[in-house]
């Protein structure tokens, strides 16, 4: 357009800057000052492209009017304002960003910013051209060569390809489209764009390809592929595609990406009338792989597949598991994946959108680093370990989501209590503690063990947790309890009485006081939840040395043989043995008696290949102890905050949820983590989600529909205030 003056700015640093300079220099143009923008814009030459080029120096200020200061800005980035976004956006057309960005210093251009720019006026209404907006705003098109995802330029919100550079930002909807017919701005943001051409690129290849050369030579066309892969260097291996028309292990997931292509014009052929469709085929197909085929699993799949366009693998080592479950539900297929196979497992994950792992939480940080590779979103019910933390960072950087803490404890405790902060906070009361504790349990009627439990995963990890350390706040004062005394600091729970129910603190509890945004808090603890009699009797294990995992020659131990030994002398009768637990216990005979119901003074032999007695003692609670199909398990949390309200009386506001397991149907258990798990894959798939890198439930975008979807589901608290008396 004749009339219409374009206007570039340019905000970069060193070499970045050179390589945009260097093509803009091609075009007839004109270097002008920042300050020149607004002038050019709207008077300028249309005949010459108008640019300047901004650093912080001349994008930020103090916010105290004192001169910029690069040292200042590193180190006290909140203590500025972006002046870039009224200065100068507004009288921009395209606008070239090299601008490294970090919390908490402002960003160049925030969402907010966009929608104040662009609720100036419509694209559509009063332009010289459609596609050509007036002033302000003029802006068309972002370059973020730094591909910070969220970073500098806040709505970047997904890197682009080579293939397919640019996408559609829409201010007014906060969302993004491959649809330029629309209002918005155009963004390219392409992960990896070389900025400069280094003069000495081939001396420098060359010098990279020089030791590969051998390895080279050596291939040839007439060897099959695996002798190719297998015997070269892994540099030149991983390079290999194909060779005898046959695909290497890493790119055997191309003849399954062909096949889908297939199938995908077959169908828009059958659409046509030109020809017959073998199977249903959607290009807007959601693709999950689900690892892991555990109890948590089918409320997933369940919820999942209640949206016709998500496609669900179930991968498991064990395949007649994958396949139960798989044959249950629609557009659901089982898959063997030995998550040991790491070339097979990252070209499964390739092929799907989203990963879901519910198997061991240690297995998470090796299944993160495989969808960082693929560029796959992760979601996990576990918490976010520093190692996942770690590479949740190199995720945000190519635009991963990584959700983590979505079941129920970590999950479902975070979102009612960040909800039941925001109420209280919204009411000017001021939160003087908060205590926490959820607990998975047998149903009542089912506790007639002297641990009053009953385990729905392997027993381990109940034990180890026994041995752990744990950190809370008491009165503005730190409280540790050390390793294998964690029992021993168990207290009766009083809030619900009809439960019989006992607590002790559960890891660091410390930390929520800043996640939860609760600084005003004298006491934060969170803790576990048990029925009365657990801690004593898994205690006294403790106490007779059960719990210990030094190696010890138990072939042909009986379980009464270990538990004399551990007393001091194997010899003895049973008779003399329960004396001894007396003893050991100073006349408490429910200790005592927790040994023997346990089984632990039967002669039942102790399984083969066991050679201590933790592993003995797991063995023992794994065969006698599991929860069977046909009884039914509850999940019972709590939440309870001291408020002091503006008039200065103080209140406990209480959140609490009880829910049961359906006879012959899915347990509590399952539910509260299986199901927000499947909300939570549905929220990412739907771009309910914007965070990227590491993400937990804490944000209201996320824990608020979370809790109304949860709420549709049957899963519903109970709120309760009471006044302080005295």
Known sequence: NPNHNMSYASVCIRDTQLGARSIFDHLPHEYIAPTDMKVAALEGDPSICYATVLSRTNAMERLDGKPYSPEDYMANGELYRNIFADKVA??????????????????LLSDEDAVRMFGRGSQAKNNIMRGIPQIPHKMLAIADITCDIGGSIEFS?????????FQLYDPKTRTVHSDFSRDGVVVMSIDNLPCQLPREATEYFGDCLMPHIKDFLSLTHDKHINDQVNNTSPCISRAI???QGELAPDYRYISTLRQELELQRMAENAGNGRGIATREYRSDNKRVLLLGTGMVSEPVVEYLTRSPDVRITVGSNDEAQATALASKYRNTVPQLIDVADRRNLKAEIAKHDLVISLLPHTMHPFIAELCVDARRNMLTASYATDALRKIAK???????????????DPGIDHMLAMNLFDEIKQNNGTIESFESFCGGLP?????NNPLRYKFTWFPRGVLMNALSEAKYLKDNKIVTVESGTLLQNAQPFEVLPGFNLECFPNRDSTIYKEDYGIESAHT??????????????????????????DEQDLAGFSYADLTKQLLGNRSMTNQQCKSKLISVFKGDRFRASSVVKLGLLDNAPIPAGVNNPMDALVEKLASSLMMPEDE?????MNHSVGVRLPSGKCETHRSNLVVYGDEGGWSAMSKTVGLPVGIAAEMMMNG???????????????????????????????????????
């Open 90 to 107: 507004p009288y921009t057309t395209c606008l070239v960003n090299g601008m490294y960005w970090e919390a908490p210093a402002p960003r």
């Open 157 to 165: 919100k997904e890197p682009t390809t080579v293939g397919n550079p």
């Open 241 to 243: 595609i194909t060779s």
């Open 394 to 408: 190199r995720g945000a950087q190519k635009g991963i989501m990584m959700v983590n803490e979505v079941g129920l």
């Open 443 to 447: 149903a009542p009627q089912f506790t």
């Open 524 to 549: 934060v603890l969170r803790g576990t939840l048990r029925y009365k009699g657990f801690s004593n009797a898994m205690d006294s294990l403790i106490k007779i040395g059960y719990f210990k995992s």
């Open 632 to 636: 039914t398990d509850v999940i019972i």
């Open 688 to 726: 309910e989600i914007q965070e990227r890198g590491l993400v937990l439930p804490l944000s209201k975008e996320i824990y608020k529909p979370m809790i109304k979807k949860l709420e549709m589901e049957g899963i519903i608290e109970r709120r309760e205030v009471e006044a302080e008396d005295f």
